[in-house]
């Protein structure tokens, strides 16, 4: 029988703790093993043992997903997120499967290029890009799968695969928003890059009572504007006393004042426009600064434990929306609380809905739902908190929810994640997995 290779860990061994830690700490699963691959010759051997031991198998690499559906008890995790080098070429990059987003950032920003990505520091590329991938270059240059060029994956008879725009192109397009884990074990990523200097970055703030005007008129707005302008609504509870409107455009202060000039008129409270090169901007965002120490921003010593949801609104709220989103911020059983609007439209709007698997194309923006806590004992008012207001808003929403923003809770998940591709998406599985090797609480299979 194959051996597992690579940095193995077994249940009870030393480091068996922190490698089996998720990003929320709400969920504690109790694998029989992790094996942190170093090579790709590592993740075929731990595919080739698994099928020969019948061990489940979960994949990991960046340990973000909200429901942690990359790990689970009894079960083989195979982890890239020690395959991380990244490759600058001409107009491309090639990035390992475990590469976390701001040393992607900060390798290709010293060239002078980036691809657009997410927020958060330690976000994996894999998991991020597979899912779709929103931030805050996401109306000038699309989502980060939009940018994909080609995968290279394991699947799960091990073998080695290339997937892009001229071979294997049903599994190419299945990998750009049908979501990580499905498939096969991703093990590097090639994108087009984009010059990319300076940016400017903005945060708008008013009082609270001001909220009901700053979402009618952000919400016909935002998805609008020039496409170099990502804008972000984020709205806190009333006991926080303020109303943020954030975001960054690929052009220069007094471009992005004319952007702005409508929204200026609504007379904020505290007005910040500043232009800087794009990796601070980066820093900006994800609330680090150069030469943090790896994870700090959000890993060990956080412990954070957290509910969080997504819907997609297509047409403007109307004043039953609005007031559903006033009186649940009103009801917040915490300050740990952030609704946020993100913006679509722009370049995310360009490709048509069934060109790739990621479907949410002809929206105006995401509502992520989100709720932090500490505290066991302040779960289940957190947790009921998000399930309510999800459901009191469904008559203003699409009835779709961001997979990355994924939520064990949905019952109708395949049409919410994935609208009409859901079909197309269990024809790739058959081919690719008919065997349902890579399995997991709300993965595709081509059965259901
Ligand atoms: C704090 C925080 C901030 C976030 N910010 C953003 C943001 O700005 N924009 C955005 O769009 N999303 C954001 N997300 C969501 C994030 O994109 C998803 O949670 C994503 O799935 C995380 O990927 P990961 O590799 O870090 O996580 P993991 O938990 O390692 O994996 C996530 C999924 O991908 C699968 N997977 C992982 N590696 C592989 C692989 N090598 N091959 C195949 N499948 C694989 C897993 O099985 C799992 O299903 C954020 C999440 C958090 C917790």
Not at 182 to 199: A, E, H, M, P, R
Not at 267 to 291: D, H, N, R
Request: proline share 3%; charged share 15%; glycine share 8%.
């Amino acid at each position: 029988m194959v051996e597992l290779t690579g940095r193995v860990i077994y249940a009870g061994e030393s480091g068996y703790e922190d490698a089996r830690l998720n990003f929320n700490t709400r969920y504690t699963a109790s694998p029989f093993a992790i094996v942190f691959c170093q090579s790709v010759k590592d993740v075929i051997n731990a595919v080739n043992w698994a099928q020969t031991s019948g061990i489940p198998v979960r994949v990991r690499s960046g340990r973000h997903h909200y429901e942690a559906f990359s790990v689970a008890n009894d079960a083989l995790i195979i982890d890239l997120n020690e395959m991380e080098q990244i490759q600058v070429g001409q107009g491309q990059t090639t990035i390992q499967a475990g590469a976390e987003l701001v040393p992607v950032y900060e390798t290709l920003s010293a060239q002078g290029v980036t691809i657009p990505g997410g927020s958060c520091a330690t976000v994996g590329i894999t998991g991020l890009t597979l899912g779709g991938g929103y931030g805050l270059l996401a109306r000038w240059k699309g989502l980060t799968c939009d940018s994909l060029r080609s995968i290279e994956m394991v699947t799960a008879a091990g073998k080695v695969i290339v997937a892009n725009s001229t071979q294997n192109t049903d599994l190419f397009w299945a990998l750009r928003g049908g979501g990580g884990g499905n498939f096969g074990i991703v093990t590097s990523l090639t994108y087009q890059t984009y010059s990319i200097d300076k940016v400017t970055v903005y945060q708008l703030s008013w009082n609270w009572t001001e909220i009901e005007r700053i979402i009618q008129f952000w919400q016909t707005w935002a998805a609008e504007t020039d496409d170099r302008h990502t804008s972000i609504l984020k709205l806190v509870p009333e006991s926080v006393g303020s109303v943020f409107v954030v975001g960054q455009f690929v052009g220069t202060e007094a471009e992005l004042r004319q952007v702005l000039a409508p929204l200026l008129e609504l007379a904020p409270k505290a007005i910040s426009i500043e232009t800087l090169p794009y990796i601070e901007a980066v820093y900006a965002f994800a609330g680090l600064k150069p030469g943090y120490p790896k994870r700090l921003a959000h890993w060990h010593g956080s412990q954070t434990k957290f509910k969080n949801a997504s819907d997609y609104v297509a047409t403007p709220l109307n004043a039953a929306g609005i007031a559903t989103v006033i009186n649940f911020l009103k009801q917040a059983p915490s300050k740990n609380i952030v609704l946020q609007f993100d913006s679509y439209g722009g370049a995310i709007a360009k490709i048509s809905s069934d060109a790739t698997a990621f479907t949410h194309r002809q929206v105006k923006f995401n509502i992520q739902y989100q709720t932090y806590w500490i505290k066991p004992q302040d779960q289940t008012v957190h947790v009921n908190w998000v399930r309510n207001f999800r459901a009191a808003m469904q008559p203003h929403v699409t009835g779709g929810c961001y997979l990355n923003y994924c939520d064990r809770d949905l019952t109708n998940w395949q049409t919410a994640y994935y609208g009409n591709n859901w079909q197309k998406l269990k024809q790739v599985k058959q081919r690719f997995d008919p065997g349902n090797f890579f399995s997991f609480e709300q993965s595709v299979t081509s059965q259901t």
